[in-house]
């Protein structure tokens, strides 16, 4: 289900990423969800849900790396 809020991201998305990069991971997340939603659309026979996920890690890091514990903006 696509979250609303960041708020309602689950606890290893807002415990662990900056505020910016938890932006980022519910508007992929969310996009992920309405792009993939036949199963014909995703890879093997991941759910919907699972995809998203995916799809939302993907562009965090796109942005951001984890440094030790934490996660921080790439550098050019």
Same mark, same amino acid.
């Given at each position: 289900?696509?979250?609303?809020?960041?708020?309602?991201? &689950?606890?290893?998305?807002?415990?662990?990423? &900056?505020?910016?990069?938890?932006?980022?991971?519910?508007?992929?997340?969310?996009?992920? $969800?309405?792009?993939?939603?036949? &199963?014909?659309?995703?890879?093997?026979?991941?759910?919907?849900?699972?995809?998203?996920?995916?799809?939302? $890690?993907?562009?965090?890091?796109?942005?951001?790396?984890?440094?030790?514990?934490? $996660?921080?903006?790439?550098?050019?």
């Amino acid at each position: 289900m696509p979250y609303q809020q960041v708020s309602e991201l &689950p606890d290893s998305v807002k415990d662990n990423l &900056p505020k910016h990069a938890q932006e980022i991971y519910q508007a992929a997340y969310n996009s992920a $969800w309405e792009q993939y939603d036949k &199963p014909e659309e995703r890879r093997g026979d991941a759910s919907r849900e699972e995809t998203a996920h995916r799809v939302a $890690w993907a562009a965090v890091k796109e942005k951001y790396e984890k440094r030790g514990d934490q $996660w921080v903006a790439k550098t050019k």
